[in-house]
């Protein structure tokens, strides 16, 4: 099994990280299933709005709610997550997939919801996974993980290395 995390202390790191990576393997032909996070800054509040890009080329769904100013609580809307979750399920059936990328193993995926599932079944297939996470959540994902989960630097050019390394397109590019 081919399973990596990455974690940035810069706020909006990971997603960056994990976008540009994307975006170095997808014209390398990289077949890449999954989602990025897009955050959008609000002038009225001090939280962003949550996007995710479902990949490879959309469609871009808001994953967060507008609780208020002084909302504290968890801003996922569920059902977009589920949303999101389907459509890459649908994705990863339709052909050859060489990578899943999960911007996040959140709250939802440490409670066995979210893409906890399509993650287990893109490695029982052996497509290699790439998963953001943040401290948070790290406990639980290492033992979904089960000590099989690798650190991977928060790099785009690093972690695009790592995807080279571990999938059929190691052999093809060289």
């Not at 202390?9 to 996070?37: D, S, W």
């Not at 290699?128 to 000590?147: T, Y």
Request: with cysteine; glycine share 10%; net charge negative.
């Amino acid at each position: 099994m081919k399973i990596a995390y990455t974690m940035s202390k810069a706020r909006g790191g990971t997603n960056l990280a994990l976008a540009a990576m994307v975006e170095k393997l997808i014209p390398l032909g990289c077949a890449i299933a999954g989602t990025i996070q897009i955050d959008t800054e609000k002038q009225e509040s001090y939280r962003c709005d949550m996007d995710v890009k479902v990949l490879p080329d959309g469609p871009v769904i808001r994953i967060s709610q507008s609780l208020g100013k002084s909302a504290r609580g968890c801003r996922l809307d569920p059902n977009a997550l589920e949303e999101a979750v389907g459509l890459v399920d649908a994705h990863m059936t339709q052909g050859k997939i060489d990578l899943l990328v999960v911007n996040k193993f959140g709250k939802h995926e440490a409670e066995g919801r979210g893409f906890r599932d399509l993650i287990g079944a893109a490695l029982e297939k052996g497509i290699p996974v790439i998963v953001g996470l943040n401290e948070a959540n790290r406990s639980a994902f290492l033992e979904f993980a089960d000590g099989l989960a690798e650190p991977v630097l928060a790099d785009p050019d690093i972690l695009a290395e790592w995807v080279l390394s571990h999938t059929a397109m190691a052999d093809a590019l060289r």
